[in-house]
């Protein structure tokens, strides 16, 4: 009798306020149920990553602003996702940022971890398609909504994200990432012999060799 080989974990520590976490995060769902993998959804806060690894952003620098302006629009097409460039995208990232979004995504995920997926999916839309805020609660129910939660569990993760035990939540899975050597997102961690970490959304190549999967492209059904 063949053995089944045992499913190996894959953890993506990320903050919704990256649009290439967002493309790496489709691929990966894409992946979840055609590669052995067990994929572990952690949001985690960019800002206290970005902190405490002294890194800065790439927008800083005004030759690699540009860059990313054009590289967004490649890489929208190439992973097939609706990107669209906020009117103001240092103001949506450095200014109004995504603490209150990863609270209410960690409550999410507390309350229920088959929501996480649907609800970081909205508040990438929300973002990085629509131009929408991500800070206020009312946005923030709002995508709540779309992405299927009852009013009931809305409410109760909103109220929610204001506890300690949350922001604890949050706290730790930035920890993690940290211990790692995480500097940005998106942070992937593979558990194969040993954990091995990989930064961005160009490197699932490495990833299916780590995993002995095949890569298949960033949308995999094309190969059908």
């Known amino acids: 009798m063949m053995r089944v080989p045992a499913r190996k974990t894959v953890e993506l520590l990320y903050d919704v306020v990256s649009p290439y976490t967002w493309f790496a995060f ?86 229920d971890a088959t929501k996480t997926e649907p609800v970081s999916r909205e508040l990438w839309m929300r973002i990085w398609s629509r131009d929408e805020d991500i800070v206020e609660p009312e946005s923030l129910s709002q995508a709540g909504e779309r992405a299927g939660l009852t009013k009931e569990q809305i409410e109760n993760c909103l109220n929610k994200s204001k506890d300690k035990v949350v922001k604890d939540r949050l706290k730790q899975y930035t920890s993690e990432a940290l211990s790692y050597g995480a500097f940005g997102s998106p942070t992937i961690i593979a558990h194969v012999d040993k954990p091995v970490m990989l930064f961005g959304s160009d490197r699932f190549p490495i990833l299916a060799e780590l995993l002995n999967e095949k890569w298949l492209g960033p949308i995999p059904d094309s190969k059908l």
């Open 26 to 111: 489709e691929v990966l769902c894409r992946y979840q149920n055609r590669w052995n993998m067990d994929l572990k959804l952690k949001p985690f806060f960019l800002g206290g990553i970005m902190n405490e690894s002294g890194n800065k952003p790439p927008a800083f620098v005004p030759n690699k602003g540009k860059y990313m302006y054009n590289e967004l629009q490649l890489l929208a097409k190439h992973y097939n996702l609706p990107v669209a460039i906020p009117e103001d995208p240092l103001g949506v990232m450095m200014t109004k940022g995504s603490l209150s979004a990863q609270r209410f995504l960690t409550a999410v995920d507390m309350m």
